[in-house]
């Protein structure tokens, strides 16, 4: 049997000490699904305590790292978050295009080389974008997409292939933002544009 490399379910969570992980609940939910997915065993309540041991000697804001080994094993790393970037980013628009029937697109995982190239290629940007198949926008290598249009605000379907984000689930959820097939045209008539 040809070897390949492990794989390792990632979830990315904000930790603030006086507000604590940003849409925890969401979060854990997502590892929940791709543990499933991938038949990987997963205790949300061992995640939870492994996540409030990696912050507990922190008193700043953190960008935390859950990662969840094909064994079930969970290791956190927590790194101060970054100064903010600039309120406009420069993005690219990626030649490669992803398949919407692509199962790994769904999930977070340490498989990321595809992204990883993808920021590489354009180092004047701060994010590339991608198209599937069909022309379709999905996501970014780290972020949603979302546009408004005509008012509403909108955000590339989960089925045309990306990363169902915990902030997009949650405005989903709330009302405030619907999926729709967005095409390149629509960048240049929204009103507003998010990654």
Not at 8 to 17: I, K, Y
Not at 135 to 153: A, D, P, S
Not at 157 to 178: H, Q, T, V, W, Y
């Amino acid at each position: 049997e040809p070897s390949r490399k492990p794989i390792e379910v990632l979830e990315t969570l904000r930790f603030s000490p006086n507000e604590g992980f940003t849409r925890l609940a969401l979060h854990l939910d997502r590892v929940q699904r791709s543990a499933g997915a991938f038949s990987i065993p997963f205790d949300a309540s061992r995640a939870r305590t492994a996540l409030s041991n990696c912050v507990a000697d922190f008193r700043s804001e953190l960008r935390v790292r859950l990662a969840l080994s094909e064994e079930g094993e969970l290791a956190c790393a927590a790194s101060e978050l970054p100064p903010k970037k600039e309120p406009f980013w420069r993005f690219a628009i990626s030649e490669s295009r992803v398949s919407s029937q692509n199962a790994l697109l769904h999930h977070k995982t340490s498989w990321r080389g595809f992204y990883d190239t993808a920021l590489d290629s354009y180092p004047n940007c701060d994010e590339v974008v991608f198209l599937n198949e069909h022309g379709r926008l999905t996501e970014g290598c780290r972020t949603n997409l979302f546009i408004r249009r005509g008012g509403r605000l909108v955000t590339p379907r989960e089925k045309d292939g990306l990363l169902p984000g915990c902030l997009r689930r949650e405005l989903i959820d709330k009302g405030l933002c619907e999926e729709s097939e967005i095409y390149l045209d629509d960048l240049r008539t929204a009103n507003d544009l998010f990654l």
